[in-house]
């Protein structure tokens, strides 16, 4: 018992309040959107993170670095079509 309330009682209360299909629902957009929010902020800053790692000059490093990412996003944005 927690508080004085059954656990049993308190998983049936729940389970009435939010069915399992629109439950399923919610954690299925919620991973969605941060998974996409993830991506999305990680794509800005891979440049940054290689610029910091790469052994080369800032320009040669560039150079490399802007159509590497810009081909990544035209392959991605091509399987969509």
């Known amino acids: 018992m927690i508080s004085g309330v ?3 009682q308190r998983m049936r209360v729940i389970a009435s309040v939010f069915p399992a299909k629109n439950r399923d629902i919610a954690i299925l957009v919620t991973a ?8 999305n902020f990680m794509h800005v800053f ?3 993170y290689v610029q910091a790692i790469s052994p080369l000059d ?3 490093t560039l150079g490399w ?3 590497a990412v810009a081909a ?5 944005q091509g399987r969509n079509r």
Do not use: K
């Not at 969605?32 to 991506?39: D, G, K, M, T, V």
């Not at 990544?72 to 991605?76: I, M, N, P, T």
């Open 72 to 76: 990544c996003h035209h392959l991605g």
């Open 65 to 67: 670095t802007g159509p």
């Open 58 to 60: 800032e320009a040669a």
């Open 6 to 8: 059954d656990m049993n």
């Open 46 to 48: 891979v440049p940054f």
């Open 32 to 39: 969605q959107f941060s998974l996409a929010f993830a991506i």
